[in-house]
């Protein structure tokens, strides 16, 4: 069962001090050339972000794990590989690392290499339909394997009565362990930011061919 913070009343907070227990954040990224709103919106949602944290972790305890997607490997160098892939997530985590937390390699190398390497043959525009359904076969199967590598790896890194960060994508599609409470962080500024990336995508839809 997943709340989101700005659902939880306190006395339902309470009831949860006990368990393995998972924050887990959107992650949202930056791009070189994106419109100055779109940073804007960003920003705000980092913000907001960090601050439904800090109410959650005030509530329940110590937050004990961070993980991160695409991240695979443990302390200083996995915080550098989050600060060169998104700053905001690094102000975040180097927070709570200096407060005793510890980052975790989530994702294991070769199953995230192959992943990657498959979504890139996706998106590289193929002709034959017989090739394209080989490979989405193929990129299937790596998404299952690496989603089931980053639950066992949640699972047996997480301790009893341990709480723990997980930033990743919304579209996941990860089976966390049945015993770990889910507590999604959805700051207001994320329907900002999915709104405005809707109204991009319409006004590409309605610029004329050509």
Known sequence: MGEELGKIEKPAVESFKKGRKLFFVPAIYSAEGVPVEYIGYLNKYWGQAGKQLEELASKLGKVNRIYHELIDAPGDQGTEGIKELNENSF??????????????????????????????CLMIGLQSPKVMSKIYEYYVEAVKKRNEQISKKIDSSLKENEIGIILM????????????????VSPPALN????????????????PAG
């Open 169 to 184: 994508r919304e579209n996941h599609q990860i089976q966390f362990p049945a015993d770990i409470e889910i507590f999604y």
């Open 91 to 120: 102000e975040i985590i180097k927070s709570y690392i200096t407060r005793g937390a510890q980052l975790e390699a989530l994702e294991d190398t070769e199953l995230l290499t192959e992943f990657m390497d498959w979504s890139r």
């Open 192 to 207: 900002d930011i999915k709104r405005w990336i809707r109204e991009q995508e319409s006004k590409k839809d309605k610029e």
